[in-house]
Nanobody, 116 residues
Framework: EVQLVESGGGLVQPGGSLRLACAASGFTFSSYNMRWVRQAPGKGLEWVSGIDSGGGITRYADSVKGRFTISRDNAKNTLYLQMNSLKTEDTAVYYC?????????RGQGTQVTVSS
């Protein structure tokens, strides 16, 4: 059974940073492309970033490009999202998921709130 458990969310002031982590189990993590998606209050799911199975190819939504960095540690079965220069509009529940752009499995999410 695929399990994805996100952590690292919280309350941060505008301009601040957070690092999200996603612990994966129940599948061969190193063989899967992965992504981060988010859902802001009252809005639909938004793709944020994707990474290939080896970590050599990454892509970002225009809204986060230059501020967020996706990475992975296949030895630890963990996906990361470093978020810098956070803005109020980054407030959302962040989910890790299998697949680069789409995929069937997603975690329960971690709340990120950017507010002064």
């Amino acid at each position: 059974e695929v399990q994805l458990v996100e952590s690292g969310g919280g309350l941060v002031q505008p301009g601040g940073s957070l690092r999200l982590a996603c612990a994966a189990s129940g599948f061969t993590f190193s063989s899967y492309n992965m992504r981060w998606v988010r859902q802001a209050p009252g809005k639909g799911l938004e793709w944020v970033s994707g990474i290939d199975s080896g970590g050599g190819i990454t892509r970002y939504a225009d809204s986060v490009k230059g501020r967020f960095t996706i990475s992975r540690d296949n030895a630890k079965n963990t996906l990361y999202l470093q978020m810098n220069s956070l803005k109020t509009e980054d407030t959302a529940v962040y989910y890790c998921a299998t697949g680069f752009r789409t995929g069937p499995d997603r975690g329960q999410g971690t709340q990120v709130t950017v507010s002064s």
